[in-house]
């Protein structure tokens, strides 16, 4: 379980604990986001998610346990505003209020310069669409925006519910690129998803929820390992020849050999020996869907894995 | 660099919620064009009757609008974060939730007191132009106490909304609640209940300020207060502090 004096600069989930009715949604959930990462949190639909973000927001109440924020808690804090930027819901925006109107509220309460209003709306790709209502946004315009008002105040947290969501491919790619910014910084960034390839894509670390509990928590690697890179080459019988003289584990399918190697070895050692390939492509993220989906589905598919479940 | 933030801040973002929509604008404008269409209306049935057209016979003219459109801004103030689930972004943002809801209620008296002073200024117009061979002591007789009545019950219609919309926080339901109460709930109460309609009826704080031999009593007046006003606004008070945004 994680403690105060774990948390350290980060945020910590400590026991948290969430039932509606007889219900428990959330259930003794703790783990820590270390300052100067990207924690994924992934779980299927329904696994408790959000509400664990929702609780961290205060939008909703913890029966037990409770959300530090570098030791503390997000309401006795001088100003949350100003240290955590939430993500959680683009409907949840007033939809007759223009854009700029709906930063300039947020900088009201902040008391932030109007120019920093202005530097959120170009970093957004908003400026174009200031003055227009939230309503005649679309959906990955609106993800903008709500990513603008976490972003305001340059916070120190951020914690953010599948923030790519209805982005393009432009606008997910810049999510991604500014979180991997903002971690370098020494921010700490909570990114909650469903979406396996958003996560794995930044994050350092990944917790696994499932029926409200934690399954499994690690390092990306972790979770990675044993993952097999896929390799096709003009000559397969050299290429068979090579991972046999590495002492790489492999099998062959059609005309692919699938290696439990990274693809940057696979390719030295081929080209060390001038075996040609045409095709060497990682696997990994079909081997942490695999675990995710072993972790997720109820029983533990891998006992022997070694990456032990938490709960 | 990072301090709380004060009371005097948060009132004044909503009142500006209150006011940065289009249609809050238009609600706004709506109400004040009646105000005026009341106003004129009745100095000119006035004048065809040859009554004299005076400040207090105006403000005593426009009672129901009073009664009616204040609750409206309260309701408008009061559930708007609700409605469109802005909780989410302002939550977040705040400590506590208190300040923000004890905000709210000071934004909508103070947009309905600057409506209500507004409509009062237009009176005090329209009772100088159409004063005619009166003098000015005339036409202002009481002038002072119809707009110290005028201001209490614009603070008390608006308050009835707001406590209505604190403890429903739907805004159809809350404006049809006042709209049943006001027009339908208090007539049913001085009939069914002629007795107890002083302590029941939602009316029993505006009769105090007329006042006179029919005036209710001190109990009466704070039953009523308390059952229309603090009851319904603690209801609200609590659910926000404890419930799910």
């Known amino acids: 379980m994680a403690s105060q004096s774990e948390s350290g600069a980060g ?13 428990v949604v959330v259930d003794s959930v703790s783990f820590i986001c270390p300052p100067g990462s990207i924690t994924g949190f992934l779980g299927p639909n329904g696994a408790g998610k959000s509400t664990t973000l929702r609780i961290a927001a205060g939008l909703s109440r913890a029966d037990a346990g409770e959300v530090l924020f570098a030791g503390r808690r997000r309401r006795d804090l001088e100003n949350p505003g100003r240290c955590i930027g939430f993500v959680l819901d683009p409907t949840a925006l007033h ?43 679309s959906l990955g315009m609106r993800q903008r925006l709500v990513l603008g008002l976490a972003i305001l105040a340059k916070p120190q947290f951020l914690v953010m519910d599948e923030p790519t969501n209805g982005l393009d491919a432009d606008g997910a790619l810049w999510v991604r690129n500014f979180l991997t910014h903002f971690a370098s910084e020494g921010g700490t960034v909570l990114l909650s998803s469903h979406l396996l390839r958003d996560v794995q894509a930044v994050a350092d670390h990944i917790v696994m929820i499932d029926r409200g509990r934690i399954v499994a928590a690690g390092g990306v690697a972790e979770f990675s390992r044993g993952a097999a890179t896929r390799v096709a080459a003009t000559e397969p019988w050299r290429l068979a020849e090579v991972c046999s003289k590495q002492q790489w584990p492999f099998r062959r399918e059609g005309d692919t050999f699938l290696v439990e190697a990274p693809p940057e070895e696979i390719g030295l050692a081929c080209l060390e020996h001038r075996v040609a390939l045409i095709h060497l492509a990682n696997v990994t993220e079909s081997a942490l869907e695999e675990k995710f989906l072993a972790l997720t589905s109820g029983e533990f598919a891998s006992r022997n894995n070694s990456l032990e479940p938490i709960a | ?15 500006r919620k209150v006011l940065d929509t289009r249609s809050s ?37 426009i009672g129901l609008f009073t009664a009616l459109a204040m609750p409206l801004i309260g309701i408008l103030g009061m559930t708007s974060d609700i409605a469109h689930r802005t909780t989410y972004v302002y939550y977040p943002l705040l400590g506590g939730r208190s300040g ?23 009176l005090a117009a329209v009772a100088w132009i159409a004063m005619g061979n009166a003098t000015a002591p005339e036409v202002f007789r009481d002038a002072a106490g119809a707009t110290a009545r ?10 009835f909304g707001v406590a209505l919309a604190a403890a429903i926080r739907r805004t159809a339901l809350a404006i049809v609640a006042v709209i049943l109460v006001t027009l339908v709930g208090n007539g049913l109460i001085l009939t069914l209940l002629p007795d107890a309609s002083g302590y029941l009826s939602t009316l029993t704080a505006g009769a105090a300020l007329v006042g006179g031999p029919e ?24 659910i926000t502090e404890n419930g799910e945004a």
């Open chain 1, 95 to 137: 939809p007759g209020r223009s854009v700029q109107e709906t930063l300039k509220l947020n900088g009201l309460l902040l008391e932030l310069p109007d120019a920093r209003i202005d530097e959120v709306l170009v970093l957004t790709g908003l400026a174009a669409v200031r003055r227009k209502r939230v309503a005649a946004l």
């Open chain 2, 25 to 61: 604008l238009a609600i706004l404008a709506v109400l004040t064009a009646v105000a005026a269409a009341l106003v004129v209306g009745f100095a000119l049935f006035s004048q065809r009757n040859g009554v004299p057209v005076t400040f207090a016979g105006l403000a005593g003219s």
């Open chain 2, 150 to 159: 005028g201001v209490v019950s614009c603070l008390l219609s608006t308050m």
């Open chain 2, 100 to 122: 923000q809801f004890w905000a709210k209620v000071t934004a909508a008296a103070a947009v309905a007191l600057a409506l209500q002073l507004f409509v009062l200024l237009l």
């Open chain 2, 215 to 238: 005036a209710p009593t001190v109990p009466e007046v704070i039953t009523s207060l308390a059952i229309w006003y603090a009851l319904p606004l603690a209801i609200g008070w609590w």
């Open chain 1, 11 to 23: 945020i910590a989930f400590i026991g948290v604990t969430k039932s509606y009715g007889r219900r």
């Open chain 2, 1 to 15: 660099m990072s301090r709380r933030i004060s009371f005097a801040l948060l009132t004044w973002v909503e009142i």
